[in-house]
């Protein structure tokens, strides 16, 4: 459990960097732009920790399957998806279908970054580990001869 919170916190950061990043590319394209309000940073933050929570359901105290594990992140996607354009409405993010479009569009590209994200610290891990364990076993075979 206690890297399952690890890994909200990690995620809580990453979704926060990804969510401002891909806001502020977005509105590099947006005609007459005229500035956030000056509570927009608080809404990043509220963005981050309730699109968290749910990667939680990624806990498992078992290895899960590739079956399990796609569902998961099918039911993951869609959760978050929910949680912001719910969050977006009320924060008058959007008002028109065509705006929902586009917050459901940077969505997907914000949750594609933070699963690249998550993949590549994931394999700096592995090899971390497998180096260690080479390390170790090279070490053990050293003082058996």
């Known amino acids: 459990m206690k890297n399952a919170v690890k890994m909200v916190i990690s995620h809580f ?3 926060t960097v990804c969510v401002t ?4 590319i977005s ?15 608080l809404h990043i933050l ?18 899960l399957t590739r079956r399990p594990f ?13 949680i912001v354009l719910v969050e977006g409405y009320f924060l008058k993010w959007y008002d028109s279908f065509a705006g929902a ?5 940077i969505i997907v590209v914000v949750y594609i970054a933070v699963w690249l994200a998550t993949l ?26």
């Open 120 to 145: 590549h610290s994931n394999n700096k891990v592995e090899q971390n580990i497998n180096e260690a364990l080479k390390n170790y076993n090279a070490d053990t075979n050293n003082e058996e001869n």
């Open 46 to 63: 509220l963005v981050g920790a309730t699109t968290a929570v749910p990667s939680f359901l990624f806990y498992s105290k078992k290895a």
């Open 27 to 41: 509105n590099l394209f947006a005609p007459g732009f005229e500035g956030y309000p000056k509570e927009f940073p």
């Open 21 to 24: 990043a891909a806001i502020g």
């Open 101 to 105: 479009a586009i917050i459901a569009g």
């Open 13 to 15: 950061f990453i979704i």
């Open 70 to 82: 796609f569902l998961r992140v099918v039911i993951h996607f869609f959760c978050i998806l929910t």
